[in-house]
T-cell receptor
Framework: GIQVEQSPPDLILQEGANSTLRCNFSDSVNNLQWFHQNPWGQLINLFYIPSGTKQNGRLSATTVATERYSLLYISSSQTTDSGVYFCAALVQYSGAGSYQLTFGKGTKLSVIP | NAGVTQTPKFQVLKTGQSMTLQCAQDMNHNSMYWYRQDPGMGLRLIYYSASEGTTDKGEVPNGYNVSRLNKREFSLRLESAAPSQTSVYFC??????????????FGEGSWLTVV
């Protein structure tokens, strides 16, 4: 199956700093999503981004599908950005409607005041 | 709009006991999923259901069974719990639309400890 790799595994930032998280995937995907898991364990959708660039406030994401990677940018980081960021690749398997989401292992971000 | 709802949120089981994790979504989604999350492993797919009445194995199905009795509900059953099944379990459902593409939404998780 598809492999999803994220880097770096851990990241510590001073509040106000910018960061880039990377996600590489081994095969063509139907969709690429970024999630934030907050310290309470909730998984929150950040972006659905099979290709191109999207922005939402201080966060933006870019996926270059032909080169099989996606980037998540966090600008002017805040302590509330702390948590684990996952990228996940959606791939269609056999059978109509049979999609599976394969996750990377995540990047743990800690933003310190 | 509750989205994806899982119960229970926390459960402690003894080895060999059985239990069922319940999941319901009110978004009229066809596809539903069960994942487990272990430290350093990300989320791994246990089972999924592409539509009502169908289920398929994911990456780590051993020790689990699922049931998709209707469009809203997708349950995960542990017939004989083992300590290796101590984990956080997430249910999810998927929407397909012009604006959202294929986007997956998660429940809040169920923390299961097997002693």
């Amino acid at each position: 199956g598809i492999q999803v790799e994220q880097s770096p595994p851990d990241l510590i930032l001073q509040e106000g700093a910018n960061s880039t998280l990377r996600c590489n995937f081994s095969d063509s995907v139907n969709n690429l999503q970024w999630f934030h898991q907050n310290p309470w364990g909730q998984l929150i959708n950040l972006f659905y981004i099979p290709s191109g660039t999207k922005q939402n406030g201080r966060l933006s994401a870019t996926t270059v599908a032909t080169e099989r990677y996606s980037l998540l940018y966090i600008s002017s980081s805040q302590t509330t950005d702390s948590g684990v960021y996952f990228c996940a690749a959606l791939v269609q398997y056999s059978g109509a409607g049979s999609y599976q989401l394969t996750f990377g292992k995540g990047t743990k971000l800690s933003v310190i005041p | 709009n509750a989205g994806v709802t899982q119960t229970p949120k926390f459960q402690v089981l003894k080895t060999g006991q059985s239990m069922t994790l319940q999941c319901a979504q009110d978004m009229n989604h066809n596809s539903m999923y069960w994942y487990r999350q272990d430290p350093g492993m990300g989320l791994r797919l246990i089972y999924y259901s592409a539509s009502e009445g169908t289920t398929d194995k994911g990456e780590v199905p051993n020790g689990y069974n699922v049931s998709r009795l209707n469009k809203r509900e997708f349950s995960l059953r542990l017939e004989s719990a083992a300590p290796s099944q101590t984990s956080v379990y997430f249910c999810a459902s998927r929407v397909t639309s012009f604006f959202l593409g294929n986007t997956i939404y998660f429940g809040e998780g169920s923390w299961l400890t097997v002693v």
